[in-house]
């Protein structure tokens, strides 16, 4: 069995409709990328050798606009 398999029965059983294992991947490198963790961090969590590839998992929320207006 697949580590994909365990965590999509794990959501099943949880009863989380729609959840995969890459959009809990997603939401945990989103949810790092909003708190302030560097996208070079995130990629070696992620275990990625491009920096494009972890760019394109990390989703962009209204906070995380909204805090990047504020700084200006």
Same mark, same amino acid.
């Given at each position: ?5 365990? +965590?999509?029965? @794990?959501?099943? #059983? ?10 809990? !991947?997603?939401?945990?490198?989103? #949810?790092?990328?909003?708190?302030? +963790?560097? +996208? ?9 050798? #491009? ?6 998992? @990390?989703?962009? !929320? ?6 990047? +207006?504020?700084?200006?």
């Amino acid at each position: 069995m697949r580590l994909t398999h365990i +965590v999509n029965g @794990i959501y099943k #059983n949880a009863g989380i409709s729609g959840a995969t294992s890459h959009s809990g !991947r997603r939401t945990g490198l989103t #949810n790092l990328a909003e708190r302030g +963790v560097g +996208v070079r961090v995130l990629m070696a969590l992620a275990g990625h050798s #491009n920096m494009a590839t972890t760019q394109r998992y @990390i989703d962009l !929320r209204p906070a995380m606009l909204k805090a990047a +207006v504020e700084l200006v």
